[in-house]
C-alpha cells in the first residue's frame, strides 16, 4: 500500500521559516516524481513545486521563487520544501503528491496526472 504523509506544518510569523518533510512508503523515488501543491481557505489547489522527468529541473509557483526550495533525499524516501521569508498568503494545507516516472514532461503536470496524494499539513503564517 502506497502511503504519502506531509509533516512539519505549523504557526509562524510572517519572514519566518518552515521546512516540510513528505515521506513515502510503499513508492520508490526512482519510480515516481514528486510534487508539492497548496490548499488556502476558500480556494483550488494549486501546484506549489514540482521536478520534471524529461530533464530533472524543478519547477516553482511564481510566487514562491526565491523563497521555496524543493529538495530529495533518495536514501531517506523523503522530500522537503524548505520554505523562507513566509507571507500571510502563504497560509494553507500542504500535501505531496507523486506522478509515474515512466510519463515525461516539461513542465509541472497536471494535478490529474498524479498517482497517489499524501495528507496534507496546515501552514499558518500570522502578520
Known amino acids: 500500500e502506497v502511503q504519502l504523509q506531509a509533516s512539519g506544518g505549523g504557526l509562524v510569523q510572517t519572514g519566518g521559516s518552515l521546512r516540510l518533510s513528505c515521506t513515502a512508503s510503499g513508492l520508490d523515488f526512482g519510480d515516481y516524481k514528486i510534487g508539492w501543491f497548496r490548499q488556502a481557505p476558500g480556494k483550488e489547489r494549486e501546484g506549489v513545486s514540482c521536478?520534471?522527468?524529461?530533464?530533472?529541473?524543478?519547477h516553482y509557483l511564481d510566487s514562491v521563487k526565491g523563497r521555496f526550495t524543493f529538495s530529495i533525499d533518495r536514501a531517506q524516501n523523503t522530500a522537503y520544501l524548505q520554505m523562507n521569508m513566509l507571507k500571510p498568503e502563504d497560509t494553507a494545507v500542504y500535501s505531496c503528491?507523486?506522478?509515474?516516472?515512466?510519463?515525461?514532461?516539461?513542465?509541472?503536470?497536471?494535478?490529474?496526472?498524479?498517482?497517489?496524494w499524501g495528507r496534507g499539513t496546515l501552514v499558518t503564517v500570522s502578520s
Open positions: 521536478i520534471t522527468n524529461s530533464d530533472g529541473s524543478t
Open positions: 503528491a507523486a506522478y509515474d516516472d515512466d510519463f515525461y514532461y516539461d513542465n509541472c503536470p497536471q494535478q490529474s496526472k498524479y498517482d497517489y
